[in-house]
Every structure is written in C-alpha cells, then in structure tokens.
C-alpha cells in the first residue's frame, strides 16, 4: 500500500513546532530560536533533522535530561574567543547564542571563536555557519555526538558523526553552505528509511562480525547497544580512504571537547556507567571569520561566484544531468517547500497527533 505523504504550509510547521517547545516549558524566545532551526532543515530539504525530531526532543525533556530552560553561562573569555557552559540545555539555543557571541567579536577583531560544553541535540550545523554568512562572514560550526561512528579498522562506535559545517556569502542569489556528517551517513537517514520500511543501502553501516549490515529496524536497535557502527567517509579500511572521514571526525571531537574541558567518546552516549538516561554532554565550536578584515566584502563575494560558476560549468559526465556546488540545492529545496509545503509522512504525523493530543495544542490545526 502506497504511504499517505501531505505537504503543510511552511509557516503552519513552524508555528506547531513553536507551540511544541512552548508547552514543554521552553521561553517564549527560545522556542521560536527552536522551531527556526528544525523549520530550516525541512525547508533546505533535509528532513533527518527537522519536524522529523520533534518528539525527540519532547521526550528527552520528559525524561528529564534535556532542560528546557538554558542557562548560557560563558566561563572563560578574551576579545576573540569564550567558552560556554550550556548546562544541558536546548542545543539550538545554545548553538544560536554562541554563533551570535563569535560573529560579535569578530566585527569588532576581525575573529571569533567559541567553545562550548554540556550541550544537547543543535539541528543542523549548517544553520549556525548561514548566520555567520548572512552577515558577510565565513561561518563555521562542529558538534561532535552520540558515539554511533567506527574509526578505521575498528567495528566498535567510538565517535559521533561530528559534522563540519562551512559557509559564506557569494555574488549569487544563495551562499556556499557545506554541511555533512564525517560519516557515510547519520542515523538520522536511517530513522527516515525506518519510516518508509526501507533497507539501508550496504556501504553505510558494519556489524560487530565486520559484515555490512542492511537490516534498517536492526541497526536502529543494535546501535545504541554498541552491535553496529556506521562507517566513516570513504568506508571501512584506507582502499578508499576511509582514513580521513576518521581523521576529519577525530579533528572535530578534539574542537567540541578539549578546548572546553568537556566530554568526549562514549561519555557524550546519553547514558551513564549503569545504564541511567543522563544529558548527552555534546560539545561545540563555532567560528566567525569578517571578511571586510581581509578583503572588500564585493571582491570575496565576486571571487567566490566565479569559483562556484566555474565548477559547475565543468564538463557533465555521462549519466549526469549538471553539477551542483554546495548549498544550491538547498536552495532549490527552498523554493519548492515554500511554494508547495514540507512533506511529512505518515511516521512524522503520528507523532505529531501524538504531540498534539498530549500537550493539548489547538492553536494550530493540522492537515491530517
């Protein structure tokens, strides 16, 4: 039987999502902070990490080890950089209010750098490397995560999939915005091919046995219990260079953990020595680099468009319909989702009748 998918209106998503972290306990600003991020998952068309985590959220706050009030308390600071303590609480908000600190110094000294402890779930690090862009900045933003990832040669999940975000303004109608895991893939692809009851393609995930595992229910189960691990980019062993995605992933667990005195590897799992639920303790770096200390801001703009222009106008290989560089189709995404809405599952809508009816929310009706 085909699956039952309905597109809501972008902005219906974000007021619901809003009301979500409103009725949990969220501040009014913060939950707005909230909902924006997920929002702009959906909307650049990577549902992994938008609506589709709502009621992760919901229920970690019920259980108790994510707060939904955030203390920002900033522990350490010079012109350029801070550390921050987030004490456990929204991830988003402690994400947003840090990228916010390191493009403040970096107006006035040309740089800013934060690092950030006791952190939760932030989203996606490409939106806090967009709010550097937006302010004719470079942005960068590394978290690492829950260990779900095997260094090369190993089976056992050691890191997270600690992803590299990079971005910047262009003479274009959208920014450069890289934005990936430095794994193959990130359970968040995986929980949306458990929605639609699809396999996980061979390649992305390795058994305790050290064969590729395909079993999309059994890898979901199996992770957080330590019998699978994803693979880092390039795969399993060095043939196809799956050395570096390990290199890159341990670059960022070094910027989100020692640089702030915070936890690492298997402490960030969520759990503690007796297998309690406790705050996942992530850790973060955010960078803001003003462009106008170097260069005029027009010439970086002009330089980086011709870079993108050129690349895309390379030779098309056969098969291939055009090159893309990164943050267009995002872009692309965009377009369509506020022209025909974000498209939900019928997964995703049950879990949000399931938000709706428990914390009584009837200030926006949903389409289904």
Same mark, same amino acid.
């Given at each position: ?5 309905? /597109?809501? @209106? ?12 409103? *009725? !949990? ?13 997920? =929002? ?5 068309? =990577? ?20 707060? @939904? ?27 947003? *209010? ?6 403040? *110094?970096?107006?006035?000294? #040309? ?29 960068? %933003?590394?978290?690492?995560?829950? @260990?779900?990832?095997? @260094? ?24 450069? !915005? ?38 999309? $229910?059994?890898?979901? *189960? ?15 062993? $060095?043939?196809?260079? #799956? ?45 803001? =680099?003003?462009? %106008? ?8 703009? &002009? ?18 319909? &055009? ?7 995002? /872009? ?13 599952? $019928? ?22």
């Amino acid at each position: 039987m085909e699956e039952k998918v309905v /597109y809501v @209106p972008v902005e219906t998503l974000r007021e619901f999502m809003y009301q979500v972290f409103l *009725k !949990c306990g969220v501040p009014e600003d913060d939950a707005r902070i909230c909902a924006d991020v997920l =929002i702009t998952s959906d909307i650049r068309g =990577i549902p992994s990490h938008g609506v589709n985590r709502l009621k992760m959220y919901y229920d970690r706050i019920k259980r108790g080890i994510l707060s @939904p009030v955030t203390r920002f308390e900033i522990v350490r600071e010079s012109e350029t950089t801070a550390v921050v303590d987030g004490h456990h609480g929204m991830g988003h908000v402690i994400g947003y *209010k840090s990228m916010k600190l390191a493009i403040k *110094k970096a107006r006035e000294y #040309g740089m800013g750098a934060v690092a950030v402890r006791n952190s939760s779930h932030y989203g996606i690090a490409g939106y806090y490397a967009l709010m550097a862009a937006e302010e004719g900045m470079i942005g960068i %933003a590394f978290t690492n995560a829950r @260990p779900s990832v095997a @260094p090369t040669f190993s089976v056992e999940p050691m890191l997270g999939t600690n992803p590299i975000a990079f971005a910047c303004p262009t003479d274009e109608e959208f920014p450069f !915005c890289f934005d990936a895991a430095t794994s193959i893939t990130q359970r968040g692809k995986i929980e949306v091919l458990a929605r639609v009851g699809k396999p996980t393609p061979a390649g992305w995930v390795i058994g305790r046995d050290g064969t590729l595992a395909t079993d999309t $229910e059994a890898i979901l *189960k199996g992770i957080p219990e330590g019998k699978y691990a994803l693979l880092p980019l390039g795969g399993p062993g $060095e043939e196809m260079g #799956g050395h570096k995605g390990y290199g890159l992933s341990v670059m960022v667990e070094i910027l989100c953990a020692a640089l702030q005195s915070g936890a690492f590897l298997k402490d960030l799992s969520g759990f503690d020595e007796r297998g309690n639920p406790r705050p996942h303790q992530l850790g973060h770096f955010f960078m803001a =680099i003003d462009i %106008a200390h170097f260069v005029p801001l027009d010439e970086f703009e &002009r330089t980086v468009g011709e870079i993108l222009r050129k690349l895309r106008a390379a030779e098309v290989a056969p098969g291939a319909e &055009r090159i893309y560089t990164a943050g267009q189709k995002a /872009y692309l995404a965009a377009k369509r989702a506020q022209k025909k809405g974000i498209p939900l599952n $019928e997964s995703v809508q049950r879990d949000l009748k399931i938000l709706q009816e428990e914390l009584g929310i009837k200030e926006v009706p949903l389409p289904f």
